[in-house]
């Protein structure tokens, strides 16, 4: 006989007659790695029932983002309407929103309710140097998408473009607490700074939560995993950490720091599994996906 496997909190049980539901608000990855294509695996292999609503169509693979083909507006509150008016959903993210007026659409769409509990990965450039937030929406996130989330998932550069055009990146772990705390001040409920584009052998990242009368500081640490493959962690994290709240939601249960300290656990074991491999034809440069099924069991 083998070996007992470890128990996780996603190891629970969970009534199936109605599983968690999970929506993502992304454009699209054809390569698989990020994006909407990333959240729904990560949904699934954090035994959420995954949903989605395309935001834009993105060309990009393990080398980048060639071109990106927005949505009209009218269209994607046409894909809302297909969700909300059928499924309960419990957890909602946001991926790339691209354009002011879908910033706009969606943060509307937050205020009337039935997206449940909202993460807000505030895609704005592609590690290729893409940008994948026009200007002139930046301060739309920072208005109306910072305050409508339950969390927001800055990683450095983000959470200082949030705080004005003129922030420097924290480079260490007092100005990360520092960014995380001003990030509540103007208005965001929950903050995950992420730490992974900081530099030495641990990966810091910050939570801070407002709970109406004071801001707490929860603080991880994780082994730097040494790896090309990179691609996606943002959407995938958050796309855990929706996942996860969807499941406590629904029980009835939500600990927003056990969510992420698991989210952040589930994608540390999805880069170590995946470290490894070579998924381009041309993998001079390329920087490929994690291992978005590593809590799934081989048959």
């Known amino acids: 006989m083998g070996e007992p496997k470890p128990t996780t909190p996603h190891d629970k049980e969970i009534d199936m007659s109605r599983p968690p539901v999970a929506l993502s608000i992304a454009g699209t990855d054809p390569s698989g790695g990020a994006g909407v294509h990333a959240d729904l695996k990560t949904f699934t292999a954090l035994r959420a029932y995954g949903t989605s609503v395309i935001t834009a169509l993105v060309a990009q693979n393990t080398h980048g983002v060639s071109r990106v083909y927005g949505i009209d507006t009218d269209f994607v509150s046409d894909q809302f309407d297909s969700v909300l008016t059928d499924m309960p959903v419990d957890a909602t993210k946001t991926g790339m929103l691209g354009t002011r007026q879908l910033v706009e659409m969606v943060a509307e769409r937050a205020g009337r309710g039935g ?125 855990a950490i929706t996942a996860l709240a969807a499941r406590q939601a629904l029980e009835g249960t939500l600990d927003v720091p056990e969510v992420v300290g698991t989210a952040l656990d589930y994608l540390a074991r999805a880069l170590e599994s995946g470290k490894d491999w070579t998924l381009s034809l041309d993998p001079n440069g390329a920087h490929g996906p994690v291992d978005h099924m590593v809590t799934i069991p081989t048959p």
């Open 115 to 239: 997206l449940g509990f909202l993460v807000v990965d505030p895609v704005m450039v592609a590690t290729s140097g893409h940008r994948l937030l026009e200007e002139d929406a930046v301060d739309a996130v920072r208005t109306l998408m910072v305050p409508a989330a339950h969390v927001i998932t800055p990683n450095l550069p983000e959470a200082a473009l949030l705080l004005g055009d003129d922030v420097e990146p924290a480079h260490d772990l007092d100005t990360m607490r520092y960014q995380a705390r001003e990030l509540i001040e103007r208005g965001a409920r929950g903050v995950l700074v992420k730490g992974g584009h900081g530099e030495g052998d641990e990966v810091l990242d910050v939570l801070a939560l407002n709970d109406g009368t004071d801001v707490t500081l929860t603080e991880y640490r994780h082994q730097r995993i040494t790896t090309p493959n990179t691609h996606g962690t943002g959407c995938t994290l958050s796309a």
